[in-house]
């Protein structure tokens, strides 16, 4: 992808509870990110979303059977990163920036990827990254990378 030198770069790392969105006020080999937005969640484990044991359903025949538990955690995760993506998807729709550089682990990607929209996708740079919990030094040298890759 051709990039003008003046082009609006915004970089977004995210997992299944935190996201961290910046604005690139520098160049690509000498980044500057600055803080756009950061949002977060509470998300206990799996076993505090659901109840001590699953459900039963009668079949035909007179059998019962268990049903499975629905994953709350993941299903929470799975969630938060989709509402993420829709907010991604409301920028990339109002021209807030010109290229956006994703850095996620490949679960949250693979998440987010069927809720991509099509101005989402014509801007996006995707990196199988788990940075969220770093230091930005250390996000902006993913971010160098992650351009000349």
Do not use: C
């Not at 803080?35 to 977060?40: E, N, T, Y």
């Amino acid at each position: 992808m051709s990039t003008p030198i003046d082009a609006i770069t915004w970089v977004a790392a995210l997992d299944g509870g935190k996201a961290l969105i910046w604005r690139n006020e520098g160049f690509d080999d000498q980044p500057n990110l600055q803080l756009v937005d950061q949002d977060s969640q509470h998300n206990p484990p799996a076993r505090d979303h659901s109840s001590d044991r699953p459900g039963r359903v009668f079949k035909t025949g007179g059998n019962r059977a268990a049903m499975e538990h629905t994953d709350g955690h993941r299903q929470a995760e799975h969630d938060f990163v989709q509402s993420v993506i829709a907010q991604l998807n409301r920028e990339a729709g109002k021209g807030s920036f010109d290229r956006l550089v994703l850095l996620a682990p490949a679960p949250v990607l693979g998440a987010a990827r069927p809720h991509y929209s099509e101005a989402l996708k014509k801007t996006l740079i995707e990196r199988e990254r788990d940075v969220v919990n770093q230091s930005t030094d250390k996000i902006e040298a993913q971010f160098v990378a992650a351009l000349t890759e």
